[in-house]
Structures are given as C-alpha cells and as structure tokens.
C-alpha cells in the first residue's frame, strides 16, 4: 500500500505557473505509475497527465499539452506536475494517483491509490 500527500496548489493570474507536488510513502514508489487528475466544481473528475514507473513515458490530456509537464523524482518517492501558462478552465482541484496496473491510464477507475488533493485556482 501506498500513501501520497499532494501540495502545492493556491491562486494565480491567468498565464502564472505553479508547481505541485506528490509524496509518496509506503511500498516501492517505483512499483507504481503515478497519474494526474483534477476536477472542477460540478464537474467529473479528468486526466491531465501520467508517467510511467521509470519516467520514461509520459502522457498527456489535449487542453494541457504543452503547458503542463509531469515529472518524478524515483530517489526522493515523488511525482510533480508543472503548470505554466495557467488558464481560469485549469481552476478544481488536483489530485495525484497511483497504480500498479497497466492498461487504461486515463480512467480513474485505473487508479488504486489517490491523494487528498490540492486546489488550484487561476484568475482572470
């Protein structure tokens, strides 16, 4: 089993960046693809991003693509995502996820473990 914590969210102007983090605790983090989600109030939670367990891979939800990056650090047991150029439709909150699985990486049902989220809130 795994425990993550997210951190790293807040407020920012359209066109700001921020940087957030997943700690991971437990079992082997590299046993685990970790993946990106977000949800916005009254909407289902999505995919943003994922990366596989060597980092080697990477994908990436369209209305992101090449303004987020996700990344992991295997040594320190994390997974971040960089967002730049932050838009007011990024705003919800951010969860990180894990899973040993491989397959369908872009459904949360994919996913065993999930952070407690972080919130992310873009201005215009």
């Known amino acids: 089993q795994v425990q993550l914590v997210d951190t790293g969210g807040g407020l920012v102007q359209a066109g700001g960046s921020l940087r957030l983090s997943c700690t991971a605790s437990?079992?082997?983090?590299?046993?685990?693809?970790m993946g990106w989600f977000r949800q916005a109030p009254g909407k289902e939670r999505e995919f943003v991003a994922r990366?596989?367990?060597?980092?080697?891979?990477?994908d990436y939800a369209d209305s992101v693509k090449g303004r987020f990056t996700i990344s992991r650090d295997n040594a320190k047991n994390a997974a971040y995502l960089q967002m730049n150029g932050l838009k007011p439709e990024d705003t919800g909150v951010y969860y990180c996820?894990?899973?040993?699985?491989?397959?369908?990486?872009?459904?949360?049902?994919?996913?065993?473990?999930w952070g407690q989220g972080t919130q992310v809130t873009v201005s215009s």
């Open positions: 996820a894990a899973t040993t699985r491989i397959g369908t990486f872009r459904i949360t049902t994919f996913y065993d473990y």
């Open positions: 437990g079992r082997t983090f590299t046993s685990y693809a």
């Open positions: 990366i596989s367990r060597s980092g080697s891979s990477t």
